[in-house]
C-alpha cells in the first residue's frame, strides 16, 4: 500500500511538471515528430546490413554499389532529427527553468514573514537554483531519452520479429529481470537525490552566513568552525554521490550483463538446430545488428531514470513551496490616503505558542499626528507590536483599528501604502542611492522629487563628495556607505513615501554624533503632521514625544508622557535611571 502511494505521488509530481511544459506543445510536438524520424532510420540499419551481407555472401558486388548512398542519408536523417528532438526539447526544458524560478521568486515575494522566520535562506536559494535545473533534466534530457530511445527500442524490436520471431521471444525472457533492476534502482534514485538536494541546501546556507557575517567570522576567529560545518556538510553531499554513482554502476552492469545473457543464447540457438535452418546468415546478421543497436537506448533509458528521480525530487520540493498559503489579503477597502488614528484592542500574539505570548493583552490609543514612543528592555515586544501594524503578522485575539476601520478590511496594498518604516536594520538594494530611494512603488515618481527627498533626508550632503553623486552604486546591502548615510537613504525614502503613519525602529541607536544630529533634523522634520511610532532604547530620544509606552513581558504596564512618567517612579523611572546614573 505504501509503495503504491509513494508511485502515485511520482505520477501526479510528474504530471504537474508537464502542465508547465503544455503551453509549448508545439515544439513539443515537432520534436516528437523527428524523435520518430530518427527511431525509424535506426531501424533501417539494420536492413541494410542484411542487404550487405546477402550481396557479399553472393558474391554480387556491383549490384550494392548503392548501398553507400543509402548508408549515408540515412545517417543524415538520424542526425539531422536528432539534433532537432535534442534541441527543441532542450528549449522546452529551459522556458520551464524560467517561468517555474519567475514563478518561486514571486512566491518568496507573497509568502507571510512567518514562514521566512523558520526558513533557512540558503536553503531557499538552493531551491530557486539548483532544484530548478534538476527539474529542466527531467523535462529535456529525460523526455528525450524516455521518447526516443523507448521508440527506438520498440523499432528494434520490430526489426528483430520481422528477421526471428523466436529468437526475439528467447531475448525478451530477460525484460522482466530488466524491469526489477529498474525498480530497485528508481527508489534508491530517488532517497539519494532528496538528501543530496537537502545537503545543497544546507551548504548554501553555511556559505551565505559565513560570507555575509565575514567580519564576525574574522574577529572571533570562527574560520575553524565555519570550516569544520561545511567540511561536514561537504563529505554527507560526496557520501551521498558516490553513494548514487555506485548504484547507477552496479545497476547498468547488472542490466548489460542480463541482456548479455540473452545474447549468448541466441547465439547458442542460432547455431544449434533448434531453428531447423529457418533462419539464413544474412537475416541473423539483421538481427545481430538490431539486437546490438538496441542496447545502447536501452542503457540510456536505465541510467536517465537518475534524471528523472532527481527532477521529481526536485519537483516535489519545489511545489511544496508552490503550494504554501501566501499573506492572507481578504480585505476589500480602497482608501486614498487615511487620517491616521490608530486603536489597539486587547491584543495578543505568539510566534511559538510553546514559547508563550509576546504580547498579552494589550489596548492603547493614538491619536493623528501624534508621537508615540515604545520603550523597553530587550525583548518585551516593542517590535512586534509595530510590525503587527503592516499586518507582517497577525494578531491572534483583539483587533486593531485604523480610522476606526479594522486593519483586516483593508487590503494589503492599500494598507502598506499608508506606512513607512525606518529601521535599526537598513536594507539597501545592489542599486544606485536614486534608485534605493525611489524604490518600488516610488520609482515612477520624477526625478526631482527624488532629489527633494534627499535633500530633505541630509543625502545631498554626502552623494557630493562621490564619483557619481546621488547615481553612484551602494553595493551589496549598502556595504560602500556609513551606518549614518545608509540611515539618511532609508529616511529619504520614507519623505518620498510621504503617507500618514511613520514607524521609526531604533532608526538612530548605532550613530556617530555628527550623523545623528542630520538623522535627528531629517527625523524631526519627517515627522511633522504624521502619526509616528518611535521604537528606542536611548530614552533621551523620546523625551518630547506626545505619549510614552512601556512595555514589560508582552505587556504594557505603563503609559504617560516623559515627565508623567518620572513622576509615577514606576518601570520607566527605572529604566531611566539605570541610562542615566554615570
Wanted: aromatic share 8%; hydrophobic share 45%.
Amino acid at each position: 500500500m505504501n509503495r503504491l502511494n509513494i508511485d502515485k505521488k511520482v505520477i501526479v509530481v510528474y504530471q504537474r511538471l508537464l502542465k508547465y511544459v503544455a503551453p509549448h506543445w508545439r515544439v513539443l510536438l515537432f520534436s516528437f515528430i523527428a524523435m520518430l524520424f530518427y527511431s525509424a532510420a535506426n531501424a533501417y540499419v539494420p536492413f541494410i546490413m542484411r542487404d550487405v551481407f546477402e550481396i557479399l555472401e553472393q558474391e554480387m558486388h556491383g549490384q550494392g554499389l548503392y548501398l553507400p548512398f543509402i548508408i549515408l542519408l540515412t545517417f543524415a536523417v538520424r542526425g539531422i532529427t536528432d539534433f532537432i528532438s535534442i534541441y527543441g526539447l532542450a528549449w522546452i526544458g529551459r522556458r520551464v527553468i524560467r517561468d517555474l524560478r519567475s514563478l518561486i521568486f514571486k512566491k518568496y515575494t507573497e509568502l507571510p514573514s512567518k514562514y521566512f522566520d523558520s526558513s533557512s535562506i540558503g536553503m531557499l536559494v538552493s531551491k530557486l537554483t539548483y532544484n530548478t535545473e534538476q527539474v529542466a533534466e527531467a523535462i529535456s534530457n529525460a523526455l528525450v531519452v524516455l521518447v526516443r530511445d523507448s521508440l527506438t527500442i520498440f523499432v528494434l524490436i520490430g526489426a528483430m520479429i520481422y528477421f526471428s520471431p523466436p529468437l526475439t521471444i528467447l531475448v525478451a525472457i530477460t525484460t522482466p529481470v530488466v524491469a526489477l533492476f529498474v525498480s530497485i534502482m528508481s527508489k534508491a534514485f530517488r532517497r539519494y537525490s532528496a538528501k543530496i538536494q537537502t545537503s545543497m541546501g544546507d551548504a548554501t546556507r553555511v556559505i551565505e552566513s559565513a560570507i555575509s557575517g565575514h567580519k564576525v567570522v574574522k574577529i572571533f576567529e570562527g574560520q575553524d568552525y565555519e570550516n569544520n560545518k561545511f567540511n561536514e556538510i561537504n563529505r554527507a553531499n560526496y557520501k551521498m554521490n558516490l553513494k548514487l554513482v555506485a548504484t547507477v554502476s552496479i545497476g547498468d552492469a547488472l542490466t548489460q550483463y542480463t541482456v548479455a545473457l540473452g545474447v549468448a543464447a541466441v547465439i547458442y540457438v542460432a547455431f544449434s538446430d533448434v531453428t531447423n535452418n529457418m533462419l539464413n546468415a544474412a537475416s541473423f546478421m539483421g538481427f545481430l545488428t538490431a539486437m546490438g543497436m538496441l542496447l545502447a537506448p536501452l542503457k540510456r533509458v536505465v541510467n536517465i531514470n537518475l534524471a528523472l528521480q532527481r527532477g521529481i525530487a526536485a519537483g516535489e520540493s519545489l511545489f511544496d513551496i508552490i503550494d504554501e498559503p501566501t499573506e492572507e489579503d481578504y480585505g476589500s477597502k480602497k482608501v486614498r490616503k487615511i487620517n491616521g488614528d490608530i486603536d489597539i484592542k486587547n491584543i495578543s500574539f505568539t510566534y511559538d505558542r510553546e514559547k508563550g505570548k509576546v504580547l498579552n493583552n494589550v489596548s492603547l490609543k493614538v491619536k493623528s499626528g501624534m508621537t508615540v514612543a515604545i520603550v523597553g528592555r530587550s525583548g518585551s515586544g516593542k517590535s512586534t507590536l509595530v510590525g503587527l501594524l503592516p499586518r507582517f503578522y497577525d494578531v491572534d485575539q483583539g483587533e486593531i483599528l485604523l480610522d476606526e476601520i479594522n486593519l483586516n478590511n483593508y487590503g494589503l496594498r492599500e494598507l502598506r501604502r499608508q506606512i513607512s518604516l525606518v529601521s535599526q536594520d537598513i536594507m539597501l538594494f545592489n542599486d544606485t542611492i536614486a534608485n534605493n530611494i525611489g524604490y518600488g512603488s516610488l520609482s515612477s515618481l520624477p526625478r526631482k522629487e527624488i532629489l527633494k527627498a534627499a535633500e530633505s533626508a541630509y543625502v545631498l550632503e554626502f552623494c557630493e563628495s562621490l564619483p557619481n553623486g546621488i547615481d553612484s552604486e551602494v553595493g551589496e546591502k549598502g556595504i560602500l556607505l556609513s551606518g549614518g548615510q545608509k540611515q539618511r537613504i532609508a529616511i529619504a525614502r520614507a519623505f518620498l513615501k510621504n503617507s500618514p503613519i511613520l514607524i521609526l525602529d531604533e532608526a538612530t541607536s548605532a550613530l556617530d554624533n555628527e550623523s545623528e544630529k542630520y538623522i535627528q533634523k531629517a527625523m524631526t522634520t519627517l515627522m511633522e503632521g504624521r502619526t509616528t511610532l518611535v521604537i528606542a532604547h536611548r530614552l533621551s530620544t523620546v523625551e518630547k514625544a506626545d505619549l510614552i509606552l512601556v512595555l514589560n513581558n508582552g505587556s504594557l504596564i505603563e503609559s504617560g508622557t516623559h515627565q508623567e512618567l518620572l513622576s509615577s517612579n514606576g518601570h520607566y523611572k527605572d529604566l531611566y535611571s539605570m541610562q542615566f546614573s554615570t
